[in-house]
């Protein structure tokens, strides 16, 4: 008889940047991060695993594509999970079965939204289910990619680097729970952007070899970073919070600037957005929103509830669609009338920005972590393995 | 009678950066920067001062606009040389006579090309003519604008940081000659941009401030590399003095971005130029060309003359013109078929550009330092004092 499991997880969003491997293989980083997880209702990735005797060999859908087992990331979460499946007592039967695999995202890949670490994280998870497997697994999920990790748990997350060579205390823990800091909203501006990038992967090994600014950052910077914004979300002093995240961002995007050649991933539009957030704050007379920049142009604002609607109507003045408005994703944006904070921000010599350059805008709060899904109607395959969205 | 003297000072363009000052007042910098000096064949500031019993109050035009006297870093350049000249044993007549100062750049200033630099070496230049000041004269040219001082001299110029805090040995020397590389050519693409932008002097204090990057940058990156463009330079080894170059202008930025809110000059047709010329020289086999940005987004390349044609080439077909070729002013370009060449750097994945993103495009070569004008038609002052172009 076949076993199947079917997990989400969610997407998260570093404040404190992962950028560079101590040990590329085991994917250990050079700093601790810390993150934010994005709530599963707007974003998340789902995964379906069956194990059956009758499946010939192992198989993998993503998105409704099948792909090839042999990617040496997969395979390592594989036999990690497995290994410790055995150490835990699991039925050598099962455990000798091959798997069918189908995973999804509810956001589109293309966005450059994190999508693997969401993807890794609910692999490793629903694999943990499947076979049982008890305790951290965080440091398996990292070894698929390594900011998925931080995507098993809610609230704040924590992946903290450790000090084995073999990584196995290189794992994510919880700061705080989603519901510590419940006011605390996210708004995504994806961004119009035709550029080929370079990857993350890639672009982090570089600046490894060639940014002397990396090290500096690993060494003296992110170890203080850490410690404060840690201490700022316990306190919810969101103010200190915020200005750490930016300064976080930037410095990342800094580090990938000093790379050679460089590694350029904030455009024209992710630097007038950053522009727009100091004006806004500026006019506030406090720091009312934050901005943090992935591997990618896309902005990531950190901000609390009631700001959400002026903000917004603020992106949607400088940053115009030919609609109108900025179609709006996840939760509903109340309306707002901005007009006097929009005068000021103009002031401040902020101008008005060409149509279309947001492509879209993603409304979305602090949530819960991997989870999994009881209801068999969650299921992504068949009773036969087969992806159901392909029968 | 009258006294009156013409001079003219030339740009530089800095291949290891000056940012950040250890002395706001005295422009004591915070590293050791290094720098080509520009022919003055194709841009040059001009200065006439004419000293006059007859004259009430000290004027000066710039750019044919009357501007006040009433500056600090004006007043401050003034004072030293009249302090070194009473040393030098300058009649107290001469020096108790009110000023009049014409200068103009024969290069738009609204081209972010370092006009202040070539401005202040001519002003103290001119000055130590007029009061026939000996030695050394860079110390006092960095007090109006720090890389000023980096403009009196041809070939390839450091200024030194130096040790003592009143500045004295704070000055600039010749690395090299001009002579010593004729082949070193250099092509600036002014990008058309319309971005309001963070001058760098408030740019520079805010990275002083809030970059904890800037400390490594100038404790750890510069010195090195200044001692390896040095001997790069005086070995005439192109690759290498390319490669920090690149290097340099690339950490430069990526402090400026590092800064708090974060100081940005380099904008997306910028950072495509930097593809472009990554790509070039990945084509060519080794390093041919190098780029350097200052606080805007014109790109500056370093490259040998024999270089120049297919480079020019190649810019015209990714950065094209509405009217076919981009407005090259200065020497000239021969023409070149950089096909095959365009065609390698296309299946790296760079694509052409839009039209018209550059301004336009100037040809130059290091050249000779400031110099004074012995023919009194070169005087943009008349008999009077008054501005020729008003009169």
Not at 108 to 118: E, H, M, R, V
Not at 195 to 203: D, I, L, N, R, Y
């Amino acid at each position: 008889m076949a076993s199947i499991v079917t997990c989400i997880a969610p997407v998260n969003i570093a404040v404190i940047k992962y950028w560079g491997k101590k040990d590329e293989k085991l994917i250990i980083p050079l700093n601790d991060s810390l993150s934010g997880t994005l709530s599963m209702d707007q974003m998340h990735a789902k995964t379906t695993i069956m194990a059956s005797p009758n499946f010939t060999k192992n198989c993998i859908w993503l998105n409704g594509k099948e792909e090839t087992f042999d990617n040496i990331r997969l395979l390592a979460c594989l036999k990690e999970i497995k290994r410790r499946a055995q150490e835990d007592g699991t039925s050598k039967e099962l455990l000798s079965w091959n798997i069918h695999v189908c995973s999804e995202n509810n956001f589109p890949t293309a966005a450059g939204l994190a999508s693997s670490a969401a993807g890794y994280a609910c692999f490793v998870f629903a694999l943990a289910k499947l076979y049982k497997v008890k305790g951290d697994v965080s440091q398996i999920a990292r070894q698929g990619s390594g900011s998925a990790c931080r995507s098993l748990e809610g609230g704040f997350v924590r992946w903290h680097m450790g000090k084995s060579s073999d990584g196995s205390d290189s794992l994510a823990t919880q700061v705080v729970p989603a519901s510590h800091w419940p006011e605390m909203h996210v708004i995504i501006l994806v961004v119009n952007d035709k550029k080929k990038k370079v990857s993350s992967t890639s672009g982090m090994q570089r600046s490894v070899e060639t940014s002397d600014l990396l090290k500096h950052r690993v060494a003296y910077c992110v170890p203080k970073r850490i410690v404060d914004i840690e201490k700022a979300i316990k306190s919810k002093d969101f103010p200190t919070f915020a200005e750490i995240t930016m300064k976080d961002s930037n410095q990342f995007h800094a580090v990938a600037l000093d790379t050679f050649p460089p590694a350029v991933y904030m455009n024209d539009v992710s630097h007038s957005i950053v522009d727009l957030i100091h004006c806004f704050n500026k006019v506030k007379g406090c720091t009312k929103v934050a901005y943090t920049f992935d591997a990618g142009p896309n902005a990531c604002l950190y901000l609390l509830e009631p700001t959400v609607a002026e903000t917004m109507a603020v992106v949607d003045y400088f940053f115009p669609s030919s609609n109108s408005k900025n179609t709006v994703q996840g939760l509903p944006v109340p309306p707002c009338n901005a007009k006097e904070t929009v005068k000021a921000i103009e002031a401040l010599g902020m101008q008005r920005q060409g149509d279309d350059l947001l492509k879209y805008v993603i409304h979305t709060q602090i949530g819960e972590g991997a989870k999994q899904l009881m209801d068999s109607e969650s299921h992504l395959l068949s009773a036969n393995g087969i992806p159901l969205r392909l029968v």
